[in-house]
């Protein structure tokens, strides 16, 4: 029985609607708003493919009921290239071959974007540690963590950074 | 992969948790994070008919010292007590162990007493709660208990928790500044559950070492030593002696085996231990 009335804000547009409280997060977006951007994978949360971002934190989308998320501001991949342009780093994953089919790829540039916001000059070692929640079945993370590590560089060359 | 039907309780304040607990009982279970819970619910492990969700509860979002414990509220996610500055200082086996368990997107949601509440022997929370002596409060409408790590767990996902009680607190007790601490894991992913988890606090020449993911609770043991080679041999011979769980993941060798090398890694660690070297 859809019982429950969920307003959120989903990448700076506010919506509104009902659903059963047993519908996930992940559900919700999908089927109910209809941006199907962040993807259905396990779950139950061993894959991140559909992390979002919550009040300015990752969490997996599949592991909580949308019910609970009424109220909050939610981003999801369709909210990194609202202009249509692609951002930096979805041109570095483009241009390393970060990803071949693609399903993983929305739960990686989330959590991505939170590794390198709260870790601009991550190592190699930590790029691999900060995206370990996510699973990528093709392409062996290694074109993946180029991209991650050619755009900290990029970004902190262009602030100025003294770290570069 | 779809949870049965249930309904959806928000609670707004601790009595509130009280009554529909006194309710519905068994029939009833908490949510705060929801990190083990959902997953049990889509996979229909569990089905109850009414979910009782906390996460609105201001109440419950305390964590501090008082005395000589660390305690933290139900409603603290792990990623709050991982970022708080004073962890290092106060509680350092928790600050080696936070890296380790699940990965980010989980301690931004999951809860430390939710870890606590489902019991996983191999659960990093578990291991430090057992190894620390800590203790846990449980409250339900007519009292309030505080039970020890070891009354506590039970069994594999089994504890001494009633169906009218919800856990409102645990608490982890602050050892001294000369107190050593070490820990290492072995799992099969960065953040999946540990095949064996060694954690080890040395204070003078006494070693309390923990082992999880070898049975269905934390073995915690405790020895006398005075020289690094001396606890090494204490743990050879555990690792020799002791039943250890046999699983499609590892067998008993391959676990006697991270025993040995985890334990001899976690006290040499805890011997040079400093705690402003922790990353």
Not at chain 1, 44 to 67: N, P
Not at chain 2, 10 to 21: G, P, T, Y
Not at chain 2, 197 to 222: L, S
Request: glycine fraction near 10%; charge should be negative; include cysteine.
């Amino acid at each position: 029985m859809k019982s429950h009335q969920v307003k959120l804000t989903l990448n700076g547009v506010e919506r509104e609607e009902v659903c059963e409280s047993r519908t996930t997060l992940l559900d919700f977006i999908r089927h109910d708003l209809g941006s199907t951007g962040t993807h259905s994978g396990c779950e139950h949360g061993v894959c991140g493919a559909c992390t979002v971002e919550i009040d300015g934190q990752i969490v997996r989308s599949c592991l909580m009921f949308a019910c609970q998320a009424d109220g909050s501001k939610v981003n999801t991949v369709e909210g990194i290239a609202k202009s249509g342009k692609m951002s930096d780093l979805q041109n570095a994953f483009k241009k390393h071959h970060a990803l071949q089919c693609g399903f993983c790829t929305s739960g990686f540039l989330l959590s991505a974007e939170d590794l390198l916001r709260k870790n601009p000059y991550p190592t190699e070692l930590e790029v691999r540690e900060g995206l370990s929640g996510n699973l990528c079945r093709c392409t062996g993370y290694v074109g993946i963590v180029e991209a991650v590590l050619e755009v900290a560089t990029a970004r902190v060359y262009q602030n100025g950074g003294e770290h570069a | 992969m779809k949870s049965a039907p249930f309904v959806m309780h928000q609670a707004h304040s601790q009595s509130n948790i009280l009554d529909l607990l006194d309710k519905y009982g068994e029939d009833a279970r908490i949510i705060a994070g929801g990190q083990t819970l959902v997953p049990v619910l889509a996979m229909r492990v569990a089905s109850p008919d009414h979910l009782i969700d906390i996460n609105k509860v201001d109440e419950l979002k305390k964590f501090g010292v008082s005395g000589d414990v660390l305690q933290v509220g139900a409603g603290v996610r792990q990623s709050e007590l991982e970022q708080w500055s004073e962890l290092r200082k106060t509680q350092p086996l928790l600050s080696l162990m936070f890296p380790w368990i699940a990965h980010t997107p989980i301690r931004n949601r999951g809860t430390v007493c939710g870890s606590i509440a489902h019991a996983d022997p191999s659960a990093e929370l578990v291991l430090a709660l057992a190894l620390l002596d800590g203790s846990v409060i449980l409250v339900s409408k007519k009292k309030k208990r505080v039970v020890r790590a070891k009354d506590f767990f039970l069994g594999a996902l089994q504890t001494s928790r009633q169906s009218n009680e919800f856990i409102e607190a645990v608490q982890f007790p602050v050892r001294g500044p000369h107190a050593g601490f070490g820990f290492f894991e072995y799992g099969y992913r960065h953040g999946d559950f540990a095949v064996v988890a060694v954690a080890v606090i040395k204070e003078g020449d006494v070693w309390t070492i923990g082992f999880g993911g070898i049975d269905d609770v934390v073995r915690v043991y405790q020895c006398t030593a005075t020289s690094l080679d001396k606890v090494k041999n204490f743990i050879d011979e555990l690792a020799a002696d002791t039943e250890v769980r046999e699983d499609p993941t590892a067998t008993s060798g391959l676990r006697r085996h991270l025993m040995r090398t985890l334990g001899a890694r976690a006290c040499q660690q805890a011997m040079e231990f400093k705690s402003d070297e922790i990353r």
